[in-house]
């Protein structure tokens, strides 16, 4: 029997999607195959403070009033790229206490936003040559940040809404500048997002002088730049997943249901019910993005499902994305298809779609992992260093 693969799962970790990822690394760590891999549950505290333990594994550790991290091991992250691995190692007290760590053969990265899907936590176990399921850093930052990955959009041809951009310190200096300017721009209601945020925190939808303010007002709290979108009435939201390959394979499509002008985060991650619609199950690690109300298969002519999946998979490839992620879209009223945003980690990895296409959770899992050595392999073949006698004084 061939020896068990250390499948480090990182989750939590300092953001405002912080729950969220929560829920998404349970559902990976209960899904994985145990005869496969050994898994580490690898938590992540507000503060990004590593934690590993037997209870970082369940579910209801986390769901405690105050999570008791004494219970606990903290552990410093130490790369050791010779060896391709990601080392743990216990910080305990005591200046002759030996420390011995805990090794991780390969990670499946399950945090959302800041810090760990942004490509921060990318760039670390890039440095440690440790395999790792995902977009690498790069695709990491451009998916995370919606206002580049806009232009990324534009300068490939795919099609997006129009945009302006807006940054902090223009709010501040002139911000009855800045409302006259979205004014003149758009002459419909518009949606006001954070640049780097997902799980619709922090968005607001405005028409009027007074809303925009206030959603400007609200997205700048969460970072210095600010992407504004005019409002696509009477369309529809369609969703479709890719996994990496080659080629790509994308998923069937979901359309989410909503009560509201806005997707909201309680509709996404909550299951606050919506009148008419359908819903997913979950696992038993929680529902996460499982619990949201959604319609599947998307109820579309077979021709623009075909083309939403196209453009699906070329956003994916134009973007450089890997492991498996989601790309939104916006349908507007007249029947044209726009793109929306890329999500380098889906809520619940999506996999309730790939479900309903016959791969199993586990399977997709698998597939990451297999993917996340494949890449490595070949990063490994790239030339990183050149010796140019610097040094010498030749």
Not at 30 to 39: G, L, M, P, T
Not at 94 to 110: E, S
Not at 183 to 192: C, L, M, Y
Not at 368 to 381: I, P
């Amino acid at each position: 029997m061939s020896k068990k693969i250390s499948l480090g799962i990182i989750f939590g970790g300092r953001s405002v999607e912080h729950e969220v990822s929560i829920l998404t690394g349970q559902q990976v760590i209960q899904s994985a195959d145990r005869d496969k891999y050994e898994i580490v549950p690898i938590y992540l505290d507000r503060d990004n403070l590593w934690y590993i333990g037997k209870d970082a594994g369940d579910i209801e550790f986390f769901r405690q009033k105050v999570i008791p991290l004494g219970k606990l091991n903290r552990v410093f992250p130490c790369p050791d790229p010779r060896r391709g691995k990601l080392s743990l190692i216990k910080v305990e007290s005591g200046l002759f206490r030996k420390r011995k760590p805990i090794t991780v053969d390969c990670v499946i990265p399950a945090c959302h936003g800041t810090f760990g899907e942004d490509g921060a936590l990318q760039g670390l176990l890039e440095m440690a040559n440790v395999p790792y399921a995902g977009s690498n850093l790069s695709a990491s930052a451009v998916g995370m940040n919606k206002i580049i990955f806009k232009a990324v959009l534009k300068s490939t041809g795919l099609p997006c809404l129009p945009y302006l951009t807006a940054i902090g310190s223009e709010w501040q200096t002139d911000p009855e500048g800045m409302i006259s300017k979205i004014d003149r721009e758009f002459s419909q209601a518009v949606f006001i997002k954070p640049a780097v945020l997902g799980s619709s925190v922090g968005i607001s939808r405005a028409d009027s002088s007074d809303r925009l303010r206030d959603a400007l007002e609200l997205a700048f709290q969460f970072g210095d730049r600010v992407l504004i979108e005019p409002a696509v009435d009477g369309g529809k939201e369609i969703n479709c997943s890719v996994v990496d390959g080659d080629p790509p394979l994308p998923s069937i499509l979901e359309q989410p249901v909503s009560s509201e002008e806005l997707l909201t985060f309680d509709e996404k991650y909550k299951g606050r019910a919506v009148k008419g619609s359908k819903g997913t199950k979950g696992s038993k690690a929680g529902k996460g993005m499982a619990a949201q109300q959604r319609l599947i298969p998307a109820p579309l002519e077979d021709s623009m499902t075909a083309e939403i999946q196209d453009l699906a998979v070329r956003t994916f490839q134009a973007v450089g994305a890997g492991g498996v992620a989601r790309i939104d879209f916006l349908i507007s009223s007249d029947g044209e298809i726009l793109i929306n945003e890329l999500n380098n980690i889906p809520g619940s990895l999506s996999f309730y779609l790939w479900e309903r296409m016959g791969k199993s959770f586990s399977e997709l899992i698998d597939r990451m992992v297999e993917r996340a050595y494949e890449v490595n392999k070949l990063q490994n073949r790239t030339t990183f260093s050149f010796e140019a006698n610097l040094l010498a004084g030749e």
